[in-house]
């Protein structure tokens, strides 16, 4: 019988690892790795669960979901997404890491904050405005010209 972690190859007559971002729970020769679902991996070969991705949070496999605006996870784990600090934000759910907490238009600061004051180039790093830099025009997204 194949451990958990382990599936039967009938062509070679014996077990074989489950490959990365595949996982098999129980002790069979009829049950087969399966792919991890989405928004889950596997952290090496010959897993018995899958754990979030980055990005995402949960408490078991079935629970991984994207982390919600203002909020991130860098690890491969399971556990909770992480809030942004300061006042900072989130421009996208799934962020992976705290490089993405940036402040909002209209206050300056450093990525997962403190964001302060009316953005008037005192802080930098933000998406705030700047006397350089208006905060409307950081928010309006740019067609590349792209040529096939």
Aim: aromatic letters at 6%; hydrophobic letters at 30%.
């Amino acid at each position: 019988m194949c451990s958990p972690g382990y599936e039967f190859h009938a062509g070679w007559g014996n077990c074989t690892v489950c490959p990365a971002n595949t996982y098999k729970s129980v002790t069979s020769n009829t049950v087969h790795c399966t792919v991890c679902p989405a928004g889950t991996t596997t952290t090496a070969a010959a897993s018995i669960t899958c754990v979030c991705r980055p990005g995402y949070g949960g408490s078991t496999m079935a629970e991984c979901a994207p982390c919600p605006l203002n909020t991130y996870k860098d690890s491969t784990t399971f556990g909770p997404c992480t809030t942004c600090l300061g006042g900072s934000i989130t421009l996208v759910t799934g962020a992976i890491a705290k490089t993405q907490c940036v402040c909002p238009a209209g206050t300056a600061g450093k990525y997962n904050g403190p964001c302060n004051g009316t953005g008037d180039g005192g802080g930098g790093g933000g998406l705030g405005a700047s006397r350089n830099r208006p905060a409307a025009a950081l928010l309006i997204p740019r067609m590349c010209d792209l040529r096939i």
